[in-house]
């Protein structure tokens, strides 16, 4: 399958050490786990918790609805084998003489446990002869221990994978939830931009009876269909899934809906890490593994990963937010307005005008030798990539020009002529209305004292989201938002690690890189409840020190000062000093890591937004004397 046609379907083979993750997580160490207990039982009774067991691994059936080629159906099977033969060897390893009728009885495992659906016949066929494969694979080890050769020829049993469209079938007709023990998978990897037709149609099928579902990847709909086949069972599943659906917009859509109505608790979360393919063309993305149930447990689990997303550090939770952090299960949804009291932060100026009221700097100086009665009209204009790379970029601001001055000037009546033009060929409605208007910005919302720039767009490697002050006369465009007459204290608590941390958590990606979004990100942000003049001043002197560590490289941009790489030591260091700063406003302790510090932040959030019940007086009872 060529790379274009395996992204737009999401087939990608998911290596073998990440399905370990997630059937480990699952199952296996639960059974692996039962197992060692009845190994270890001295009792009268361990064969026949041991016979038990061996029946418990035969009765168990496994549902793939994404199944692919098979891969996770085929390394649960060959793990199971592997359990089963450590059984049969409790079992009966002491009996050297076992007739071949005898060893060929041995299994009670087999491919008929093993249901799946895939959406193409070629896909289908593979993953049941890659079943078919390992079953001979197993009998292989289990003759060689034995000593006698295991043969399942001819081939009575048969997988059941079912080639269909998984968003548009009954699961129940492919596997009967009672009969159902686990349901998992790797859903296709398709962002919400990159669906076609018939996956957009798929979409509006499943969350047809859930408004707000518009901004949710292709992987969700999976979701939905778990959630209503698992629904009032004890069904455990676990899907791999781009770590999109635990970031952004998407938490509050996706995931309040399967909380409520259908009873979804977040059994284990392995956190984000880097995905890896078998296929070639590797996709470059990164995933989470979520397990879940239509019921509670306890021991829930969050797997965290180092930068190499190899070794996992493992810790227990009470519940586990949709953010595969610790906390409840509040998601965080867009609001217009900031939770805490602190200055208003707003989008920038939008053009809409076609680039013709833009005006690049290797443009600039010939339009003004052309022009010379323009350059009062000419504004800096902050963009989010020049604005981080130094890119000096400008733009034509005509809110204050006369239409006598906009006549006159040859080269701003005919840029205006074009912004006119541009938009009356748009097929939008909007943006033809706004040709009434060519001198202007299609949207208008700049600051008119100083303020806090913030890039809505930025390197995940970079610590900390680079914020900067200007003057009214820099115009702000719509990849940036603007934070008016916001102090160094504003700057300082949003410029820390304990802001980044919450940033990193709940904000959007564009690929990896973080989305800042001010409904999102910065109208959400719980701020230090109580804070003393002392820790206000302390805070304002380390972000002062910031921006003074900035300055002594005028000839660096900010991106080459935030680049972890280059990043100069004057300025780490101020930012450390900064951080521990903020970090005292929230509490005396300090905070061992990021997840502990967004744990701290939901908990606070939860405390912030939680609506105020008046508590009702307790009716005094009539006196009886």
Known sequence: ?????????????????????????????????????????????????LQEFHDKLASLHFLDPACGCGNFLVLTYRELRKLELEVLLELHGQQHEMSLDDVNRLSKLNVHQFYGIEVEEFPARIAEVALWLTDHQAN?????????????LPLRASPHIVVGNALRIDWRTVLPPEQC?????????????LMNGEQGADMELVWSDITGTGVL??????????AEYIHHTRIPVAF???????QGEQVGALWPPLFQRYGLKIHFGHRTFAWESEARGKAHVHVVIIGFGAFDTGGKRIYDYADDGEKATVSTAGNISPYLIEGSDVAIASRSTPVCEVPECMYGNKPTDGGHLIVEEQDRKEFLEANPEAKQFIRPLLCAEEYLYSIPRWCLWLVDASPSEIRSITGIKKRVEAVRDFRLASKKGPTREMANQPTLFAEIRQPKTRYMLVPQHTSQLRRYVPFGYFSPNHIVHNSCSAIPDATLYHFGVLSSEMHMAWVKTVCGRIKSDYRYSTNLVYNNYPWPAVVTDKQRVAVEAAAQAVLDARAQFPTSTLADLYDPLTMPAPLLKSHQELDRAVDRCYRPEPFPSDRHRVEYLFALYEKITAPLIPTQKKRRRASTK
């Open 217 to 226: 990847d292709y992987v969700t709909a999976w979701y939905k269909r778990a």
């Open 140 to 152: 292989i080890a289990l003759s060689q221990a034995f000593s006698q050769l295991v043969l399942r």
């Open 181 to 193: 023990s686990f349901v998992l998978g790797n859903p296709p990897f398709v962002g919400k931009h």
């Open 240 to 246: 791999v899934s781009t770590n999109s659906i635990t």
């Open 1 to 49: 399958m060529d790379s274009k046609e395996r992204r737009q379907i999401g087939a990608h083979y998911t290596a073998e050490k990440n399905i370990l993750k997630l059937i480990r997580s699952l199952f296996l160490d639960d059974l692996r786990a039962e197992f060692e207990s009845i190994k270890a039982d001295r009792s009268t009774r361990r064969t026949a918790r």
